[in-house]
């Protein structure tokens, strides 16, 4: 073999590698901008992070984005998009210690079909409690051998205080045949019902057409995102 043939075939493999290369690093900040029905395609199209948009499911008919950004600057350099009494927008700090296998969740996320969220509402001033109800559910799906990553943020503005959002991407429905992700009854914790306000669980549909997401993200699952 030549030796312009030999460094070809050393370096077409890290080529194409570095091509499908995806990051595994949470986005520290999320803004999540929600409406009712089913509306508003084609509005993030100048945006400079990635956009998951997404319908739900289950529930009320309603249309949520996820924008992912590095810092609250990038925030406000890609604006608001909505205005009105239909559309609404929260603000999400990552919880590293919180989330569950978040790098795993990060491989997943390109690749997921559908989203469930979780909304805990927590009695303010109840953090360190609420750290040990995440815990409680986590040994639940270790116990089960359910694998769902996610990744849990603390709402710090939308919404009231004491909100935490769980997002959890699933590259198929099958996921959820794993077993319940929550605890059997002698592992809830015997203050859960003071702390805990409220609990919503939400099931939504990735959709590629209210999305803007980069070559890199797509390149997850190309057939989805670039059909």
Known sequence: M????LKSAVLLPLVCCAAIAQSTTPPPIVRIVT???LQYSGIYANATVDVIGMRASTGPAQTWWIEMHASFASVEANGNRFGGDDSRAMIGVLEPGLSYLAEEAMRVLPRAHYIRVTIYRMRPGTETEFASVVNVRRRANVRVNAARADLLYHVVSG????????????ASLSALDEGPADPPPGDVLPREAEIELSRE???FSVEPRLSHVSNDFANGDPHFWRP
Do not use: F
């Open 201 to 203: 669980h939400y099931l």
């Open 35 to 37: 409406t009712r029905g």
């Open 159 to 170: 919404d009231d205080a004491g909100t935490y959002i769980v997002l959890s991407p699933l």
């Open 2 to 5: 030549g030796v312009m043939k």
